[in-house]
């Protein structure tokens, strides 16, 4: 079964730093990858999503993630943050083949400190 | 493009009355929709599955009979928690997808949080 891990459960950043948050999977094959964001209270928003080709995607707000084959990697960046970036942050995954359920990580809370 | 909506974004309930809330695709054609729960602090919990006109499948340990949820249409599926009861509260969240989405992508709405008191 695919499962996708986020190692950090809680990141501290300072406003303006660069960030990266972790993304491991575990499945047979290329899944297509996702990260969301989640503000408190708020639905997801989808930052940005692989699906083929060129393994650096760029997402909104400034976001950008990097698809590792070899590191069953999907780590997600920001050169610089912002204080409206606290939040959660969900990487997922789902098959390649048919309709099937997307699988989540346990989340990334992000905290930015002035 | 893309917009998924979900009634009402809050609710709060007496102990065992019955919730209804609804989760529809504004601009699109959902063919399946996915309800999940969330509780604080942890990621989304898949409850179910459904496919418009058919009924929905559910994940182990959900009970199917209290989340009850109906697809009646492209745009709309309701799920309905009946007899709630305070462990029920939680956040839910919906989301769609479409047959000719090759990508399996999944468009979410805002959620609802469920209070039962």
């Known amino acids: 079964a695919q499962s996708v891990t986020q190692p950090d459960i809680h990141i501290t950043v300072s406003e303006g730093a660069s960030l990266e948050l972790r993304c491991n999977y575990s499945?047979?094959?290329?899944?297509?990858l996702f990260w969301y964001v989640q503000s408190p209270g708020q639905g997801l928003q989808l930052l940005l999503k692989y699906f083929s080709g060129d393994t650096l995607v760029q997402g909104i707000k400034g976001f950008e993630a990097e698809f590792k084959r070899s590191q069953s990697s999907f780590n997600l960046r920001k050169p610089s943050v912002h204080w409206s970036d606290a939040a959660e942050y969900f990487c997922a995954v789902v098959s390649n083949f048919g309709n099937e359920k997307l699988t989540f990580g346990t989340g990334t809370r992000l905290t930015i400190i002035p | 493009g893309a917009v998924v909506s979900q009634h009402p974004s809050r609710v709060i309930c007496k102990s065992g009355t019955s919730v209804k809330i609804e989760c529809r695709s504004l601009d699109f054609q959902a063919t399946t929709m996915f309800w999940y729960r969330q509780f604080p602090k942890k990621s989304l919990m898949l409850m179910a599955t459904?496919?418009?006109?058919?009924?929905?499948?559910?994940e182990q340990g959900v009970e199917k009979d209290k989340f009850l949820i109906n697809h009646a249409s492209l745009t709309l599926s309701t799920l309905t928690v009946t007899s709630a009861h305070p462990e029920d509260s939680s956040f839910y969240i919906c989301?769609?997808?479409?047959?000719?989405?090759?990508?399996?992508?999944?468009?979410f709405g805002p959620g609802t949080r469920l209070t039962v008191l």
């Open positions: 989301s769609a997808g479409t047959s000719g989405n090759p990508y399996n992508e999944q468009f």
């Open positions: 459904s496919n418009e006109g058919s009924k929905a499948t559910y």
């Open positions: 499945y047979g094959a290329t899944p297509y």
